[in-house]
T-cell receptor, first 117, second 117 residues
Framework: GAGVSQSPSNKVTEKGKDVELRCDPI?????LYWYRQSLGQGLEFLIY????????KSGLPSDRFSAERTGGSVSTLTIQRTQQEDSAVYLC???????????????FGPGTRLTVL | AQSVAQPEDQVNVAEGNPLTVKCTYS??????LFWYVQYPNRGLQFLLK??????LVKGSYGFEAEFNKSQTSFHLKKPSALVSDSALYFC???????????????FGQGTTLQVKP
């Protein structure tokens, strides 16, 4: 079946602009995660959605970052007033369950490479 | 706090030789451990996981990992390395809070495996 998809694959933007990154999880997966991969910080958790529960936003680095998940499926990560330190690969993952399925595998999309000039 | 350590930035092996990529963890509750591989400009691909049961876990592409509770380790192994195994490998543990497992994964810094012909 189809895996996790993300768009765009690459995004180049100017400092101060807003960007939106999209994630389509595997159909039927109730949990969706956003991570960021950068040279200096490795792989870091950003935000996690599970069903209709309030998202876990504990990893968002600043209030310029926000995310939503519409209809329990597609998610959009928005970065406002981008800064050069936001340059990274943004990875989305989904799993059948969230915290209720601790052993569930998270399946990752190919990522969006964001470059802020 | 939960953490994962991959003590080697890079591992070099000759094709046909056995390989080991090391991972140690620290977690408050039951450890749920994962290995992922990342090829250049690609997302993370799931290799294997330990949830419970046998300490030796077998996964994709001939990889296996041994869970050692006393040493808090989960080293990735393969009996005979291939040049195509060259990639970036991440160990991860499911985050745990006082109330139980959370949704997110905590990743090690990654180990680059270089297999030479």
């Amino acid at each position: 079946g189809a895996g996790v998809s993300q768009s765009p694959s690459n995004k180049v933007t100017e400092k101060g602009k807003d960007v939106e990154l999209r994630c389509d999880p595997i159909s039927g997966h109730t949990a969706l995660y956003w991570y960021r991969q950068s040279l200096g910080q490795g792989l870091e958790f950003l935000i996690y959605f599970q069903g209709n529960s309030a998202p876990d936003k504990s990893g968002l680095p600043s209030d310029r970052f926000s995310a939503e998940r519409t209809g329990g499926s597609v998610s959009t990560l928005t970065i406002q007033r981008t800064q050069q330190e936001d340059s990274a690969v943004y990875l989305c993952a989904s799993s059948p369950r969230g915290s209720g399925g601790a052993g569930d595998t998270q399946y990752f999309g190919p990522g969006t490479r964001l470059t802020v000039l | 706090a939960q953490s994962v350590a991959q003590p080697e930035d890079q591992v070099n092996v000759a094709e046909g030789n056995p390989l080991t990529v090391k991972c140690t963890y620290s977690v408050s509750g039951n450890p749920y451990l994962f290995w992922y591989v990342q090829y250049p400009n690609r997302g993370l691909q799931f290799l294997l996981k330990y949830i419970t049961g046998d300490n030796l876990v077998k996964g994709s592409y001939g990889f296996e990992a041994e869970f050692n509770k006393s040493q808090t380790s989960f080293h990735l192994k393969k009996p005979s390395a291939l040049v195509s195994d060259s990639a970036l490998y991440f160990c991860a543990v499911r985050d745990y809070r006082g109330s139980g497992n959370t949704g997110k994964l905590i990743f090690g810094q990654g180990t680059t495996l270089q297999v030479k012909p």
